[in-house]
């Protein structure tokens, strides 16, 4: 078993306007903030930067074709989106930035200028908002397929109300019990360029035999995207013991990640692929997870059991495998379990997070095998 972070880096670094305190409250945000955007695609040359008139800031100018009359619309872009600008421009986004700051923005509007003036002509997509302010979201290739934070959140309001009592999926308690929910200790996070959802049932769990006098194990999910280019959607599934007040997940087990780049099928991918599974994972009898781990519990280990280990974890991880587990349990690795508990429990000794959730994801796998 192992720890997971990533709920609790959110947890740790969100500010106050970055923090839900249930579901219905995001889809709101992010209703508002759709209804408030327009998605465009157009040349290259038909978005050009323009130094404000203190010489400091920077209006990305979008010509939208058709568009009645001369000029184009000013947007102010994101921190995001200059970036992404930047890249297209073949520009430095820091210099540019540090450039706008000492006052000489229009060295930095030339420099962007030049760089999608003298570049191949292509189309460009853009992702506008106008919230009382016209603000550039992204600046992407023209075929990015843009999964809605609207429409995942809307999803999962539909499967688990407001997340924080309607049905037994909600926010996580503190220790294993259920607490109110507040921005103070939320797992419901966005920004101007990604979500952030964890979500669990704390109430059914699974019984494990012989497991910590038979503590039951909760399940549960975290799914991120990004509406602007920033990362992948993806969900991530695993079960726990519990997680404590600053949101570490403890005691998990079975991490499995399905993500989706953001392709011009992605949106289908998600209809077609992702809701369904997030479903059958709600719904999934316990029965199947029970009987996988009763099955790997029976299954004696028939080889050597270093050469065992060896092949499936690598040389070095022999020694220390076998260690930790005659440590816990007090008896050598004799079963498929045993190995799953014995990779588990080292993990817990990785320095390096994404090293952990490996060597995790490797003892799931092994337990699958089994089952």
């Known amino acids: 078993m192992t720890e997971l972070m990533q709920a609790s880096h959110q947890w740790a670094t969100r500010p106050d306007d970055e923090r839900f305190a249930s579901l219905t409250d995001m889809l709101a945000h992010f209703t508002l903030q ?3 955007s327009k998605e465009l695609v157009l040349s290259s040359r038909r978005v050009h930067v323009e130094p404000e008139q203190d010489n400091r800031g920077l209006s990305v100018i979008v010509d939208n074709v058709g568009r009645v009359g001369a000029g184009g619309d000013h947007y102010v872009a994101t921190n995001w989106s200059f970036g992404q600008l930047a ?4 520009a430095p986004a820091g210099y540019l930035r ?55 959140v ?4 539909r499967q688990f109300g407001n997340g924080v009592g309607d049905s037994d999926w909600r926010v996580p308690g503190e220790f294993g019990q259920a607490v109110a929910i507040t921005k103070a200790n939320t797992t419901l996070f966005a920004s101007d360029r990604d979500l952030f959802v964890f979500l669990c049932d704390e109430k059914n769990r699974i019984d494990i035999p012989g497991r910590r006098g038979g503590k039951g194990m909760a399940r549960g999910f975290f799914m991120w995207n990004s509406e602007v280019g920033a990362k992948t959607f993806g969900l991530g599934t695993f079960l726990f013991d519990y997680v404590c007040c600053n949101r ?3 005691g998990s087990q079975q991490y499995s990640e ?9 949106p289908d991918k998600w209809i077609e692929e992702l809701q369904p599974a997030l479903i059958t994972y709600q719904n999934s009898a316990t029965t199947g997870i029970v009987d996988a781990i009763k099955t790997a519990q029976a299954a004696k280990i028939d080889t050597d059991v270093s050469d065992f280990l060896a ?7 022999v020694g ?12 050598p690795i004799e079963t498929v379990f045993d190995a799953v508990t014995a990779a588990t429990a080292y993990a817990k000794s990785v320095k390096w997070q994404d090293q952990r959730v490996e060597l995790e994801r490797a003892a799931g796998e092994l337990l699958k095998v089994a089952a």
Not at 87 to 90: I, K, N
Request: net charge positive; glycine share 8%.
């Open 34 to 36: 759709r209804d408030q």
């Open 87 to 90: 890249q297209l421009a073949e």
């Open 98 to 152: 540090e450039l706008g700051n000492k006052g000489a923005a229009p060295v930095a509007a030339d420099c962007l200028n030049v760089g999608l003036l003298t570049r191949k002509i292509e189309d460009i997509g853009v992702l506008c908002q106008n919230n009382g302010e016209h603000v550039l979201r992204a600046a992407t290739g023209p075929r990015y397929g843009r999964i809605w934070n609207s429409d995942i």
């Open 154 to 157: 809307a999803t999962l309001v």
């Open 248 to 250: 570490i997940v403890w």
């Open 258 to 266: 399905i993500t989706i780049r953001h392709t011009a099928s992605a």
């Open 311 to 317: 092949n499936r974890f690598g040389k070095r991880m």
């Open 320 to 331: 220390p495998m076998q260690a930790v587990h005659m440590l816990e349990e007090n008896r």
